[in-house]
């Protein structure tokens, strides 16, 4: 595996896998000098495929109206989100809330310039590569997996947010 800062390489992957495989031949960084400008975020080597996080709001069972417009897109909760929020709530398929915290658990770690780009720009990634599932599966909110600390420690923390 190697890395780029360039952009438009052509060896590079882009985005979560449905089926295992290998890593990607190339990875995407921030340059050395925007690296240099500093940190959002502590530098990390580690994280731990956790799955994806649950509803941190109630749910509810879908309306009449919201059963007839979604039919077909397998929702089957819906997380209102408090008033005042930026979105009204999010829908749940059986399987995604199936498969929270539902994750390999193993832990993967990476090189200096890959951790120092998350923590240059920690939505720079969508997704990252898990060594248990040999998947790249998505980073963020809603993402599956959780950083650990320099002492190995787990956090609630979700890569790329």
Not at 21 to 48: C, D, I, M, T, W
Not at 138 to 159: C, L, N, S
Request: proline share 6%; glycine share 14%.
């Amino acid at each position: 595996m190697s890395l780029t800062t360039d952009p438009k390489d052509p060896r590079l992957g882009h985005g979560a896998d449905t089926a295992p495989g290998p890593q990607n031949e190339v990875y995407l960084v921030l340059s050395e000098a925007e690296r240099a400008k500093g940190f959002a975020r502590p530098v990390r080597h580690a994280y731990r495929h956790a799955g994806i996080a649950g509803p941190q709001h109630p749910l509810r069972d879908l309306t009449g109206q919201e059963q007839e417009r979604y039919g077909g897109t397998g929702y089957v909760k819906f997380e209102e989100y408090p008033e005042g929020s930026t979105a009204l709530g999010r829908f749940w398929t059986q399987a995604q809330l199936d498969s929270i915290d539902g994750g390999c658990g193993t832990i993967t770690t990476m090189g200096q310039e890959l951790a120092e780009t998350y923590a240059r720009d920690f939505s720079f990634y969508g997704a990252t590569f898990c060594c248990g599932c040999r998947l790249h599966r998505p980073v963020g909110r809603a993402g599956e997996f959780t950083w650990m600390t320099p002492g190995g420690q787990d956090t609630d923390e979700r890569v790329g947010t």
